[in-house]
């Protein structure tokens, strides 16, 4: 059993005043400063010019996580899924990555991984793997911000959560769809995506109604009752309106695709009902039971007519 790493360098990520690396943050995960191996010519020599200028100009930072294993493509046991330990490894660090979008929105992504092994005598380290990872689109409301020391304690708790979390149920499938938007290029495909992360939290399985139904549900979840909640739901009822134009091809009738403004606009709302939905379900592991499993419905429709527990 040999010793590996995971290692995905960041993209132009600041960090905030007092921040000293590295950082534990949960399931082995750290926060680093790009270890000086990783610069060495016996790794970067495997590497395309686009990465060796990211390394050399871009980043600074880096999640890692270290684990023992056979080799590339030893099977990771003690999950009920099958996966490898370098795939399982990169699916915690993408998880990290959405505990800091959730909780501390800012430039932070990444679009590089590698894993390497350890040689048990002279302690250098291998690359074994290198693959090309689709980043996390930033808005411009995000790409200026800064990570900053009081955050990092609520993003170890979140992604603790989502690490651990079973991995099906409409939770998860919230998780996985929210993910896949955030790495979109495509502005329709993130707003999509985003809604289907909504849906899957919020949806009816009576097909009736939808949009009112799910904004109802939405907004009463998130919102405490009166204006607050009436606010809310107009606004995510009126979002999910894109979100229907784009699916049945409504956007050729307008007279004039939405301006950028408007699509980040668009952007930013979603990410604000996710983003608000995702932190007060990670804060309780009887929510994330309750949408993961089949109480979600009934639980759901107590919340829209006020009913307690």
């Known amino acids: 059993m040999g010793r590996w ?46 990465e060796k200028d990211q390394l050399k100009f871009d980043s600074r930072y880096a999640l890692y996580t270290e684990y023992e294993a056979e080799s590339l493509g030893d099977p990771m046991s003690g999950l009920p899924y099958s996966t490898t330990k370098q795939a399982y490894a990169l699916e915690k660090i993408t998880l990290t990555n959405l505990a800091f979008w959730l909780i ?25 793997q290198c693959s090309e990872e689709k980043r996390f689109q930033v808005t411009y409301f995000e790409e200026n911000k800064q990570i900053e020391k009081s955050f990092l304690a609520e993003v170890t708790r979140v992604s603790e959560k989502l690490i651990t979390m079973i991995r099906k149920g409409a939770f998860w499938i919230s998780t996985r769809s929210l993910i896949q938007g955030l790495k979109s290029d495509y502005w329709e495909l993130r707003i999509l995506l985003s809604w289907i992360a909504l849906e899957a939290l919020f949806g009816s399985s009576d097909a009736r109604e939808t949009t009112h139904r799910l904004a109802h549900r939405a907004a009463s979840f998130l919102c405490n009752p009166g204006t607050q909640t009436y606010e809310a739901f107009r606004l995510i009822k009126q979002d999910y309106g894109l979100r229907s134009s784009i699916v049945h091809g409504m956007l050729v009738y ?56």
């Open 254 to 309: 307008k007279k004039r695709d939405p301006s950028l403004e408007q699509i980040n606009d668009y952007i930013h709302w979603a990410d604000c009902w996710i983003r608000m939905a995702f932190i007060k379900i990670l804060s309780s592991s009887d929510l994330i039971d309750t949408f993961n499993g089949k109480g979600r419905e009934e639980y759901l429709d107590h919340i829209v007519f006020g009913i307690q527990g």
């Open 104 to 128: 501390c929105p800012s430039a932070l992504q990444f679009n590089l991984a590698i894993s390497a092994d350890k040689h048990s005598d002279s302690g250098k380290w291998f690359l074994r």
């Open 5 to 50: 790493c995971t290692i995905a360098p960041l993209l132009s990520t600041e960090l905030g005043h007092g921040i000293r690396l590295p950082i534990d943050l949960s399931n082995e995960v750290q926060l680093i400063e790009i270890p000086n191996w990783l610069m060495q010519e016996s790794i970067t020599k495997w590497l395309g010019p686009r």
